[in-house]
Nanobody, 127 residues
Framework: QVQLVESGGGSVQAGGSLRLSCAAS????????LGWFRQAPGKEREGVSI????????TYADSVKGRFTISQDNAKNTVYLQMDSLKPEDTAMYYC????????????????????WGQGTQVTVSS
């Protein structure tokens, strides 16, 4: 059984930082793509950052480029999202997701392309 468990969410003032963690476990840990998505109330779920686990390639949403950094620790089967210079518009439920295979040699960025999801962790940024 695949499990993705997020942690690290919380409340912070604008300009602050948080680091989210996602621990992956279960049947076969060989995920080609790991990603972070977020969903704010009344909005659709959107991709924040995606990591290709073998090649290390990363993608970021334009809204977080230069502020967020995705990374992985293979020994711990964990993917991180370092979030700096947080803004109130970053407030959302953040989800970790995994995909077993690549699409056209890379990782897709749409939520529907990922088959495994964590339960989410709330991030609230106050002004």
């Amino acid at each position: 059984q695949v499990q993705l468990v997020e942690s690290g969410g919380g409340s912070v003032q604008a300009g602050g930082s948080l680091r989210l963690s996602c621990a992956a476990s279960g049947y076969s840990l060989s995920y080609e793509c790991l990603g972070w998505f977020r969903q704010a109330p009344g909005k659709e779920r959107e991709g924040v950052s995606i990591l290709a686990t073998r090649g290390g390639g990363t993608t970021y949403a334009d809204s977080v480029k230069g502020r967020f950094t995705i990374s992985q620790d293979n020994a711990k089967n964990t993917v991180y999202l370092q979030m700096d210079s947080l803004k109130p518009e970053d407030t959302a439920m953040y989800y970790c997701a995994a995909r077993r295979d690549l699409r056209y040699g890379g990782c897709p960025t749409s939520p529907g392309s990922f088959g495994y999801w964590g339960q989410g962790t709330q991030v609230t940024v106050s002004s």
